[in-house]
């Protein structure tokens, strides 16, 4: 026993020792990268130089200096405002990435980064709610005849954008035809389920809000939605549960402590349903809606209790 402890501690220590050396390697290879980089913008300012410098920068987490050497890349290396649209992006500086984007597609249209310069900017738009632009930049994608995997997540995007403009049947169509590929997937189940709520479709998007929660179990959010449409539904029981596990995942969100108590008020039970109610009332002071439904609420358990027997 002792000598298999022995033997196991020993591997344990020759996996650390293995670890730490592959991680010093990379390291090392980031740091050779970029003093090789760097030395040649040095001796030899291009502007491709520049670009690749601003690659290792990025690498490194130097994300300021890469931002300044991206723009001393540009214009004379047009790739470099595909890299630098892409850091813009991820500090979620939409407006700024979608103009390098452009410039981009603009200098280089015929390239095959183009598609993905095209779907960043599609997602800035959406980033900012402007669901008519990012919808039009989605379509243009696809007409480009992108890879089947990237033409099939498209789809998902743009039945984002439609769903925001409140294109509900066309949206619908979108997420399916990415389902169908990958339908265990709760954002896009989501959508969908909305979707045929929004037109009046509130079963077949109850079983859609089912199918997303299943997928997404720890998803307060999939969980609250699916409550909400058993409320719409007056299926009081089946939103009672499902309000629940939404609050239990979401304690602070006063939207499911507002179903919660909508479900069990619902369900005959006043007291509990009014409490869950002032929760969500506490938690959102300024939420006209939720405090209707209190005082709905109260007043009715008032009449019932003051009702003559």
Known sequence: MRERATLARQATLIAAIILALSTTARNREYRSGLVLAQTAVDRYPTSVGRHVLATELIL??????????????????????????VLLFEEGRWDEAIQQFREFIERLPYIFEVISARRYIGM????????VEAAQEYRALLAMNPPPEEAVNVRALLGDALKGEQRYEEALGEYRLYLQVHPMDAAALNGAAISLGAIGRLEPAIELFRRAAAAEPRDGALQRNLAHA?????????????????????LDDPDAHDLLGQALFMAGQLDAGIA??????????????????????????????????
């Open 124 to 131: 800035a738009f959406a980033a900012e709610r402007r669901w």
């Open 230 to 250: 058993l409320v719409d539904a007056g299926r009081a029981p089946e939103a009672v549960v499902a309000a629940r596990s939404a609050v239990a995942l979401r």
């Open 60 to 85: 490194a987490g130097r994300r300021d200096e890469a931002r300044r050497e991206l723009a001393l890349a540009v214009p004379a290396a047009p790739r470099a405002y595909y890299t630098l649209g």
């Open 276 to 309: 869950e109610l002032d929760q969500a009332s506490r938690l959102a002071p300024d939420a006209a809606e939720i405090r209707e439904h209190l005082a709905r609420a109260v007043s009715v358990r008032r009449s019932t209790t003051s009702a003559p027997r």
